[in-house]
Every structure is written in C-alpha cells, then in structure tokens.
C-alpha cells in the first residue's frame, strides 16, 4: 500500500499537530467557521474535508527545497475572511472558483483552494499548486514550484453608456467605500487611456489589516467596473489592456 505522503512530510505535519482522521468534529468546526454562518454553504465538500483535518495548523519551515525555499505555511481561511472581491477578482481574470484556505510565508501569499479540491496561491500572480489539497501540502513542504496560470483570453466588451472622470469616481466609491470597520474611507483614482484605476483608502495604514483591499478599473468606454487581484498597477493595467484591449 502506498503511503499517503512521504515521511519528510509526515514528519512535517505531525510536528504541526497532525494525525490522520478527524482533526474537528462536526459541531467544532461549525464553530470554529462561524463568520460564515452555514460553512457548508459557502465551502464546497473537498475544502470542508481540508479545513476539518488540517484547519488551524502552521508548519514552520525554512530553507532549501526541491525547486524553491521552503517557506512557513498556515491552514486557516480567517485570514481571508474578508477577500471576496479578491477572490472574484483572480476568477475573472484566471477562471477557477477561488475559496479561501490560508496563508503563505506569514502573509507575504494567500491559498486557495478550487470547488474540485485543487490547491492555489495567489502571491501577486495566480499559481497552481497541485491537483490535490494532499498533493498541495507535499509540495508546499518539499518546496517544488507551482505552476502560474495565464489570464483568459480577451472579452467582449460589455455595452453601457460612456464615463467621465465624475461618473469613475461615483462607481469606484459605491464598490469599494461600504462602510464598516474593515472598509476603505475613500477611493483614489489613477488615469490611464482606457479608464480609471480605482485605489482603496485606509483609516488604519497597517497593509495586512486589509485582506479584503483590491483595486477596480472603471472602463471610460462604457463605464463597466471590474474588480481586479492586488497585483502591482502596471501590471493590473497591462491584465486589463489584454482583457479588454483597445479596438
């Protein structure tokens, strides 16, 4: 019979508190996901059989792996508890059903997992990690590279009435300025020829007290708003151009 993972990795796992089975009952993990009121609702069956075995463990690793560092990871959907729009943000533009999993590298990448179980992380572009959440964790421990996604290929635009620089900022603070503690306070808006690039504003300037911050683009051409993944603006403005381009 083969092993379900190697003994590096088991090694691994069992020192962050593992046994294989049932790390939560029912009742407990109902609870412990209780910011997301029925999370069988919200996680599709093969997340909610992760986060019941592995939710709330941290491996502790550094150092050289097979194709990259082996970085410090933790099992815990909390930390994107916020991140919606991020998550709808990396679907428009890479396709996959994006749910929040956990963290990577204290924070620096966040991991997904998809509706069929496949493991991700989104640490500025989309990354695929394994087929499998099982297969995601040996290759997040024994520190092999993922596989970026590229974007979809170009889109319709969608019809609608032309914008000017009044009508971007009256959209970008009705998706991005909607109250609340963790909300942003105000928008800031960058220019560029096909529209706008929408900013989130904080009360608190702390970076990682905002997992939910995302940028949004008004297009001037038919004042269509679309969410886009906290990536670099260049790089979130060549993704549009290539998504929408000029015609």
């Known amino acids: 019979m083969t092993p379900r993972f190697p003994a590096p990795v088991v090694q691994a796992l069992t020192a962050a508190g593992w046994y294989e089975g049932i790390r939560f009952l029912e009742h407990e993990l109902q609870d412990w996901l209780r910011e997301w009121?029925?999370?069988?609702?919200?996680?599709?069956?093969?997340?909610?059989?992760?986060?019941?075995?592995?939710g709330g463990m941290t491996v502790h690793q550094y150092g050289p792996g097979v194709d990259m560092a082996r970085m410090p990871f933790r099992i815990d959907p909390h930390v994107l508890c916020y991140a919606d729009r991020i998550l709808h943000a990396y679907r428009a533009r890479f396709g996959p059903t994006l749910l929040p999993v956990g963290e990577y590298d204290l924070g620096r990448g966040r991991l997904a997992m998809d509706t069929e179980?496949?493991?991700?992380?989104?640490?500025?572009?989309?990354?695929?990690?394994?087929?499998?959440?099982?297969?995601?964790?040996?290759?997040?421990?024994?520190?092999?590279?993922?596989?970026?996604?590229?974007?979809?290929?170009?889109?319709?635009?969608?019809?609608?009435?032309?914008?000017?620089?009044?009508?971007?900022?009256?959209?970008?603070?009705?998706?991005?300025?909607?109250?609340?503690p963790y909300s942003a306070?105000?928008?800031?808006?960058?220019?560029?020829?096909?529209?706008?690039?929408?900013?989130?504003?904080?009360?608190?300037?702390?970076?990682?007290?905002?997992?939910?911050?995302?940028y949004l683009i008004v297009d001037r051409r038919n004042s269509h708003v679309t969410t886009m993944p906290p990536l670099p603006p260049d790089q979130v403005l060549d993704m549009y151009r290539a998504q929408y381009p000029a015609r």
Not at 41 to 54: G, I
Not at 190 to 195: A, I
């Open 117 to 180: 179980g496949a493991g991700y992380l989104f640490w500025g572009d989309l990354w695929k990690v394994a087929d499998s959440f099982d297969g995601a964790l040996i290759a997040l421990i024994e520190g092999r590279r993922p596989t970026r996604l590229d974007p979809a290929p170009p889109a319709p635009l969608p019809p609608g009435e032309p914008a000017d620089e009044a009508r971007a900022r009256q959209l970008a603070r009705q998706y991005l300025v909607q109250g609340g």
């Open 185 to 214: 306070v105000d928008v800031l808006l960058q220019e560029f020829e096909l529209g706008w690039l929408g900013f989130q504003i904080f009360a608190d300037p702390d970076p990682l007290a905002h997992v939910g911050a995302c």
């Open 37 to 54: 009121g029925n999370p069988a609702s919200y996680f599709p069956p093969p997340v909610m059989a992760a986060l019941r075995e592995f």
